[in-house]
């Protein structure tokens, strides 16, 4: 594998499940992202991750927690969701914070029924 | 709070054609800026990045900054059907730790 991958890349799930997206990233970089991107509206930060450790929370609400185990991994854990959570989620790495060359993963496309 | 502004498109030339993408920035401090293609279905690419230091030439693509009217702009040369996409300008945040990014202009190229 190489580049940066996620799984599942479809997912459909009803507002009382609880999943989890994974992104792997195979560059070895120390800083990863998510981001929500919807129709009609740019590309929104969610939270990054530098070394393991969360230095940003873009006001997303608690029914998304990230987790960072290491920094080849990433996780968004979701539950109780909403029908507009709906979107495509991208995970990115880059070489450190400072380096903005984001490298995405394909995405996973989520619907919420 | 940061802002980039892209007009949506979509921006139609025809093969060979220039093509001229637009992004308006809010912080008249930004010092780098970054230019990412999306084809449709698909994630970002970083195509091009430049600082405020000049504009940057990469094959077919050229970024340009005014730093004046706060824009940068990204040239296609010899315009491809295969360069259309949707083009995302970016702007880091103001913690630098991320990047802010405009809704996107889509380009279609018509042979």
């Known amino acids: 594998e190489t580049g940066v991958t996620q799984t599942p890349r479809h997912l459909v799930m009803g507002m009382t499940n609880k999943k989890s997206l994974k992104c792997e990233q195979h560059?070895?970089?120390?800083?990863m992202y998510w981001y929500k991107q919807s129709a009609k509206k740019p590309l929104e930060l969610m939270f990054v991750y530098s070394l393991e450790e969360r230095v940003e929370n873009n006001s997303v609400p608690s029914r998304f927690s990230p987790e960072c185990p290491n920094s080849s991994h990433l996780f968004l854990h979701l539950h109780t969701l909403q029908p507009e959570d709906s979107a495509l989620y991208l995970c990115a790495s880059s070489q450190d914070l400072r380096d903005r060359g984001q490298f995405f993963g394909p995405g996973t496309r989520l619907t919420v029924l | 709070q940061k802002e980039v502004e892209q007009n949506s498109g979509p921006l139609s030339v025809p093969e060979g054609a220039i093509a001229s993408l637009n992004c308006t920035y809010s912080d008249r401090g930004s010092q780098s800026f970054f230019w990412y293609r999306q084809y449709s279905g698909k994630s970002p690419e970083l195509i091009m990045f430049i600082y405020s230091n000049g504009d940057k030439e990469d094959g077919r693509f050229t970024a340009q900054l005014n730093k004046a009217s706060q824009y940068v702009s990204l040239l296609i040369r010899d315009s491809q059907p295969s360069d259309s996409a949707t083009y995302l300008c970016?702007?880091?945040?103001?913690?630098?730790?991320?990047?802010?990014f405009g809704k996107g202009t889509t380009l279609s190229v018509s042979s």
């Open positions: 970016a702007v880091p945040n103001q913690a630098g730790t991320a990047l802010i």
């Open positions: 560059l070895g970089h120390n800083a």
